[in-house]
């Protein structure tokens, strides 16, 4: 019995209706979409859907097992969509790559896969791929395109039968996959504990979006050229005005008229010149006035009343507004404004950081952002057109420190990895040092770590008979050089090292599966037997669990029993242990765990046999709580701690649900929101389970003295059992002024009532 298989699904014919579904939403949006990239994606989306729904029909997809696609072994990384459901496409085929063409054309065969990878095999061509081996200037996109070095490491290595074993395998999809890697020029990787969430390729590609803000550069087109040049004109016909100030009292002569005319001649050029401000052309706006008005009289024409009424309201109003041109209070304005508009533009400051990071390696991170963010120097001041020691703006230097590369908890230190979710996108790099530093040979560590880092960008699929999804060790060319790998403990320590970041620095947030599925990995490579489980998917949930659900909860009873966590949640962990870790069906070991998904069901109160979303949710926090979602496992069997005490724990977790609480009140579908505040609160009460009884006490005081009204039916039945209070059947005491908080519920959610 496999404790860490992964929760799928019991064996049941897939509806295509969800197909039908999705292909019906990208019809919609390729449609109708306002942005026309939008559009682009969803025909993409329309076309991928369509070929699932024809494989269905036709055989050639049989969605729900480990090996969708027809004629590709399991091994094969499959396209996946949403849901699960496999394209029928896999992930490295498709027309050739620019390298793989440039490659070819070196060699001098025809622009063919199946001839490259014969090339490949060459003397000339293993002769390449030792040069990748041994200078890392290689990309690993898919895991595909690491069997070739693999291969030729293993000769090298003088391994020429398992060599010869795993070309067997990869030859009949010679013309079909890329088996070799892109190259890279941008140098050796960075230190083994150093990761980044974006590259310097990414940073580049944010900073060339950013192209001249249309209306930044009008404004700066108005301060610059329109402000002064309405003050000409202002002063102009000022020279019109008698001892009250108001102008048209005079004909100021001929000389007047004539540089009228030459104002009006700079005015076309201005107008030729600068496009961007369009206010200047409006005849009810004073430049507009005071323009149209010259025009005429400088062609000889009176001025209708109501023109004349205008330019003088118009002088007068700007004379109110600013003073006189040339004035103390009127020059200090523009002077202000003047100012404004020579500050440099973000685009010519993004142009200049792009040439900082243009020698930079483009698939690594930044060891040195400071060096790239330093103000701008004499020379640069020059090429750029901004003052000397300007600094960067944060919309500029937002980008170029998400490239940071620096030891993961120095990240989160530096307020870069905002959440559990991101510490689960670096997780992988984390990993694949590890797996390096497995391999006794420096360069199969680095591939086997190239490898990791593309095999964790493969997306799960949708299986059925309780199947678990295909694992790296089942790659050919992972299995190939197993040999030559050592059993250390680097994994055991990175996995306490993640936990601990997970449990510590995300306080009330749950573990996002893709950072679950390499705990469990680095688990298993460990030899350490501590069952990990996913947060499931209520829309496709069928009811059963897994036997490492009820393994999980047996660590959960270990740590738990007598807790105020078991008593909270109404648990008999005493029952739990009793559970058989795994049952026969017919003959055979189940995969699932029947007495456990049963005890799930029982506990929602719910005794009929409804499949709704909002049902399969009511079960599935069930097991969450049961399990507590794999804090029990990373606090027993790994070994994670505490930094700061679990009451500091507590009540961070407790600051998370009050967040949501209060955001899920501005929502308009806030039971998303409600969910998440449920796993907030569960994580509290799980770190307040692990505290000193006085900790504990003193993070009580501080909830009931201060928590948001709408918790205040939680914190109430938070404190009765603590005092040794206990919650009806229903869940609630004290006629309902007392409730045990959860998240998923079948009808209104109590949280949402007005308070």
Same mark, same amino acid.
């Given at each position: 019995?496999?404790?860490?298989?992964?929760?799928?699904?019991?064996?049941?014919?897939?509806?295509?209706?969800?197909?039908?579904?999705?292909?019906?939403?990208?019809?919609?949006?390729?449609?109708?979409?306002?942005?026309?990239?939008?559009?682009?994606?969803?025909?993409?989306?329309?076309?991928?859907?369509?070929?699932?729904?024809?494989?269905?029909?036709?055989?050639?997809?049989?969605?729900?097992?480990?090996?969708?696609?027809?004629?590709?072994?399991?091994?094969?990384?499959?396209?996946?969509?949403?849901?699960?459901?496999?394209?029928?496409?896999?992930?490295?085929?498709?027309?050739?790559?620019?390298?793989?063409?440039?490659?070819?054309?070196?060699?001098?065969?025809?622009?063919?896969?199946?001839?490259?990878?014969?090339?490949?095999?060459?003397?000339?061509?293993?002769?390449?791929?030792?040069?990748?081996?041994?200078?890392?200037?290689?990309?690993?996109?898919?895991?595909?395109?690491?069997?070739?070095?693999?291969?030729?490491?293993?000769?090298?290595?003088?391994?020429?039968?398992?060599?010869?074993?795993?070309?067997?395998?990869?030859?009949?999809f010679a013309d079909r996959l890329r088996f070799t890697p892109p190259t890279d020029d941008g140098g050796p990787a960075?230190?083994?504990?150093?990761?980044?969430?974006?590259?310097?390729?990414d940073t580049v590609a944010a900073l060339e979006r950013r192209g001249p803000n249309q209306m930044v550069e009008t404004?700066?087109?108005?301060?610059?050229?329109? $402000?002064?040049?309405?003050?000409?004109?202002?002063?102009?016909?000022?020279?019109?005005?008698?001892?009250?100030?108001?102008?048209?009292?005079?004909?100021?002569?001929?000389?007047?008229?004539?540089?009228?005319?030459?104002?009006?001649?700079?005015?076309?050029?201005?107008?030729?010149?600068?496009?961007?401000?369009?206010?200047?052309?409006?005849?009810?706006?004073?430049?507009?006035?005071?323009?149209?008005?010259?025009?005429?009289?400088?062609?000889?024409?009176?001025?209708?009343?109501? $023109?004349?009424?205008?330019?003088?309201? =118009?002088?007068?109003?700007?004379?109110?507004?600013?003073?006189?041109?040339?004035?103390?209070?009127?020059?200090?304005?523009?002077?202000?404004?003047?100012?404004?508009?020579?500050?440099?533009?973000?685009?010519?400051?993004?142009?200049?950081?792009?040439?900082? $990071?243009?020698?930079?390696?483009?698939?690594?991170?930044?060891?040195?952002?400071?060096?790239?963010?330093?103000?701008?120097?004499?020379?640069?001041?020059?090429?750029?057109?901004?003052?000397?020691?300007?600094?960067?703006?944060?919309?500029?230097?937002?980008?170029?420190?998400?490239?940071?590369?620096?030891?993961?908890?120095?990240?989160?230190?530096?307020?870069?990895?905002?959440?559990?979710?991101?510490?689960?996108?670096?997780?992988?790099?984390?990993?694949? =040092?590890?797996?390096?530093?497995?391999?006794?040979?420096?360069?199969?560590?680095?591939?086997?770590?190239?490898?990791?880092?593309?095999?964790?960008?493969?997306?799960?699929?949708?299986?059925?008979?309780?199947?678990?999804?295909?694992?790296?060790?089942?790659?050919?060319?992972?299995?190939?050089?197993?040999?030559?790998?050592?059993?250390?403990?680097?994994?055991?320590?990175?996995?306490?090292?993640?936990?601990?970041?997970?449990?510590?620095?995300?306080?009330?947030?749950?573990?996002?599966?893709?950072?679950?599925?390499?705990?469990?990995?680095?688990?298993?490579?460990?030899?350490?037997?501590?069952?990990?489980?996913?947060?499931?998917?209520?829309?496709?949930?069928?009811?059963?669990?897994?036997?490492?659900?009820?393994?999980?909860?047996?660590?959960?009873?270990?740590?738990?029993?007598?807790?105020?966590?078991?008593?909270?949640?109404?648990?008999?962990?005493?029952?739990?242990?009793?559970?058989?870790?795994?049952?026969?069906?017919?003959?055979?070991?189940?995969?699932?765990?029947?007495?456990?998904?049963?005890?799930?069901?029982?506990?929602?109160?719910?005794?009929?046999?409804?499949?709704?979303?909002?049902?399969?949710?009511?079960?599935?926090?069930?097991?969450?709580?049961?399990?507590?979602?794999?804090?029990?496992?990373?606090?027993?069997?790994?070994?994670?701690?505490?930094?700061?005490?679990?009451?500091?724990?507590?009540?961070?977790?407790?600051?998370?649900?009050?967040?949501?609480?209060?955001?899920?009140?501005?929502?308009?579908?806030?039971?998303?929101?409600?969910?998440?505040?449920?796993?907030?609160?569960?994580?509290?009460?799980?770190?307040?389970?692990?505290?000193?009884?006085?900790?504990?006490?003193?993070?009580?005081?501080?909830?009931?003295?201060?928590?948001? =009204?709408?918790? =205040?039916?939680?914190?109430?039945?938070?404190?009765?059992?603590?005092?040794?209070?206990?919650?009806?059947?229903?869940?609630?005491?004290?006629?309902?002024?007392?409730?045990?908080?959860?998240?998923?519920?079948?009808?209104?959610?109590?949280?949402?009532?007005?308070?």
């Amino acid at each position: 019995m496999d404790k860490n298989a992964d929760q799928q699904h019991p064996t049941v014919t897939v509806d295509p209706g969800y197909a039908h579904g999705q292909l019906a939403r990208a019809f919609a949006t390729a449609l109708s979409h306002p942005d026309a990239a939008t559009r682009s994606r969803a025909e993409g989306r329309l076309d991928r859907w369509r070929a699932v729904l024809a494989g269905m029909k036709d055989g050639s997809l049989r969605i729900g097992t480990r090996a969708p696609v027809a004629g590709l072994p399991v091994w094969v990384t499959p396209e996946v969509l949403h849901g699960g459901f496999a394209s029928g496409r896999a992930s490295a085929e498709g027309p050739l790559q620019p390298y793989e063409s440039e490659a070819c054309r070196v060699a001098g065969i025809p622009a063919d896969r199946a001839a490259l990878f014969a090339h490949s095999l060459t003397e000339a061509g293993l002769a390449g791929l030792w040069e990748l081996l041994e200078s890392g200037r290689y990309r690993v996109t898919v895991p595909e395109e690491a069997a070739l070095l693999t291969v030729a490491w293993l000769v090298r290595a003088g391994e020429q039968e398992a060599a010869l074993e795993l070309v067997a395998v990869l030859a009949p999809f010679a013309d079909r996959l890329r088996f070799t890697p892109p190259t890279d020029d941008g140098g050796p990787a960075p230190g083994a504990d150093a990761v980044h969430r974006q590259s310097v390729t990414d940073t580049v590609a944010a900073l060339e979006r950013r192209g001249p803000n249309q209306m930044v550069e009008t404004q700066r087109e108005a301060l610059t050229v329109w $402000l002064p040049f309405s003050d000409e004109l202002l002063a102009h016909w000022l020279e019109t005005a008698g001892p009250d100030g108001r102008v048209l009292r005079h004909d100021p002569g001929p000389e007047w008229h004539r540089r009228g005319a030459e104002l009006l001649a700079r005015y076309r050029l201005l107008a030729a010149a600068n496009p961007l401000c369009g206010k200047h052309r409006n005849p009810r706006k004073n430049l507009g006035i005071l323009r149209s008005a010259l025009e005429l009289t400088v062609a000889g024409q009176e001025l209708p009343p109501r $023109l004349a009424g205008l330019l003088r309201c =118009a002088a007068e109003s700007m004379v109110r507004r600013r003073g006189l041109p040339g004035s103390e209070r009127h020059t200090a304005l523009r002077r202000g404004q003047a100012e404004q508009a020579a500050l440099p533009s973000h685009h010519a400051l993004a142009r200049l950081l792009l040439t900082r $990071l243009a020698g930079l390696p483009r698939h690594d991170g930044l060891a040195d952002p400071a060096s790239v963010l330093a103000p701008a120097g004499p020379a640069e001041a020059r090429q750029y057109g901004v003052p000397v020691g300007t600094a960067f703006p944060a919309e500029l230097r937002r980008p170029v420190l998400a490239a940071t590369s620096a030891p993961v908890e120095t990240l989160v230190d530096l307020g870069l990895v905002p959440s559990a979710e991101v510490l689960a996108e670096l997780a992988p790099q984390l990993a694949s =040092a590890a797996e390096a530093d497995a391999y006794r040979d420096g360069a199969l560590g680095a591939l086997a770590a190239a490898n990791h880092r593309a095999f964790a960008g493969r997306r799960s699929l949708l299986l059925l008979g309780y199947a678990r999804q295909v694992r790296s060790e089942e790659l050919p060319w992972v299995r190939a050089a197993e040999a030559h790998r050592d059993a250390g403990g680097g994994e055991l320590a990175l996995l306490r090292r993640l936990g601990g970041l997970a449990v510590n620095a995300f306080p009330g947030t749950i573990l996002p599966n893709p950072l679950v599925r390499e705990l469990a990995a680095l688990g298993r490579r460990a030899g350490l037997d501590a069952p990990f489980v996913e947060e499931l998917a209520a829309d496709i949930f069928m009811g059963g669990f897994t036997p490492k659900y009820l393994a999980a909860a047996g660590v959960a009873a270990d740590l738990l029993g007598g807790t105020l966590y078991e008593r909270y949640y109404g648990i008999d962990y005493a029952a739990v242990r009793a559970l058989p870790l795994d049952e026969s069906a017919g003959g055979r070991r189940s995969a699932a765990s029947a007495g456990f998904s049963a005890l799930c069901r029982e506990r929602t109160g719910r005794t009929g046999s409804s499949r709704s979303v909002a049902d399969n949710g009511t079960v599935i926090e069930q097991a969450q709580i049961l399990t507590t979602h794999n804090l029990a496992t990373l606090v027993g069997p790994v070994g994670v701690t505490s930094v700061d005490g679990w009451d500091v724990l507590a009540l961070g977790a407790f600051t998370t649900a009050a967040r949501l609480v209060a955001r899920a009140e501005r929502l308009p579908r806030p039971l998303a929101t409600v969910k998440n505040a449920a796993f907030a609160w569960r994580q509290m009460v799980f770190h307040l389970s692990l505290c000193t009884p006085q900790d504990r006490r003193a993070v009580l005081d501080v909830l009931v003295a201060d928590h948001p =009204a709408r918790l =205040a039916p939680a914190v109430a039945g938070l404190a009765l059992v603590a005092a040794g209070g206990e919650f009806e059947d229903d869940g609630t005491a004290g006629k309902g002024s007392a409730r045990r908080l959860l998240g998923w519920t079948v009808g209104p959610h109590w949280l949402l009532r007005r308070p």
